[in-house]
């Protein structure tokens, strides 16, 4: 089976988790100092805080910029769950924006007129590795008193203008889940140049204790801090980040290659002056494509070809969020390509052999329908 992703685990890894458990500092120590450091070298910024899920770490964020309850945040419907339930942790509600057809990513100018007296702040989503259209939103924004954070959990080392993800914001957050680009099991990080906010977060995660003086607690906070074992994961993913991130770039371009000119398929687009991550390969199949989706999934898994849903259903029609008074038909561009999407493999470990083959597979497929 060609799996839809797979963690680059090594020997420096195992090296460097070993070090840690023999050290017998393996909860929060200098491993997660290090891993911040050097985080926020990579991203350009001053400061990183470290946690233990990039749930966590878009917690912590929207607490830091002083979202409270009553307040809302603007936000896409066509992201992973987790952005949405940091909104509502802290008794804020989320708003949704629509999104763009060609990157997946919030529609700056449909934000903008969400915005209300309420609205605290904007979370925008880099989507399967690309940033967002930063310079439309804020220039959309313009003077307003609204913070942007920017949830790049799918993003790290992605970059317009040559600038990387983590300085599209006030902050950013990003994720080290085991799928994600670099991994630390679970984990995440915020990255800002911001002091107050780095100090915030630092506090949130250490159940509102500044870290100075023991048991002095300032506010209501969490456990979310993460531990060496972790971040000594973190840190030798992170030393090669460049190889792995440039593999998923080689990659993309092989798989786009094969695949152009299949009526219905539409191609993942890269926005000018972006470097795409390829967190996900996600093409669109649209009324044109020869096939269903159901259908073809089905096909690519008996060929041993591993494929996925990011995401089946968008944000405003789940359960818990559809509570809150939206309905189907609200946000008609996330809806529908919420049943066109579809993620093929990617990951760094794919050999060129691979590749070809699920080329070669998907165009036997279409030749015989
Ligand atoms: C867009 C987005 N936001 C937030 C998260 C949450 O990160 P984690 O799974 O590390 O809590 C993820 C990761 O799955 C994500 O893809």
Known sequence: MIPLSKPVIGNQEIRMVTRVLKSGIIAQGPRVKELEKKIAEFCGTKYAVAFNSGTAALHSALYALGVRKGDEVITSPFTFVATANAILMLGAAP???DINEDDFNIDPFK????????????????????IYDCKNLKDAIGKAHISILEDACQA???????KKAGRFGDVTAFSLYATKNITS???GLIVTDKKIIMQRCQIF????QSGKKRYEYYDLGYNYRMTDIAASIGLAQLKKINWLTNRRIRNAKLMSRGLKNIPGLILPTVRKNNKHVF????????????????KFMLYLTKKGIGSG???PEPLHLVNHIKKLGYKKGDFPVAEKMSGQVLSLPV???????????????????????
Do not use: M, W
């Not at 007296?117 to 925008?124: C, L, N, Q």
């Not at 470990?349 to 036997?364: G, P, S, V």
């Open 156 to 162: 790290l080392g992605a970059e317009s203008k040559g």
């Open 309 to 311: 849903i990011y995401y």
């Open 279 to 294: 967190h996900q390969f996600t093409v669109r199949l649209t009324e044109d494509f020869k096939s269903n989706r159901d």
């Open 111 to 130: 934000a903008v007129k969400k915005i209300t007296a309420k609205t605290r702040a904007i979370i925008p989503v880099d989507l399967y590795g690309q």
């Open 205 to 208: 995660r250490h159940h509102g």
């Open 347 to 369: 990951h760094p470990l794919l050999t060129k052999k691979q590749i070809d083959y699920i080329i070669d597979q998907i165009q036997n497929y279409l030749i015989l329908r």
């Open 185 to 187: 099991g679970e984990g």
């Open 95 to 97: 708003v949704f924006a």
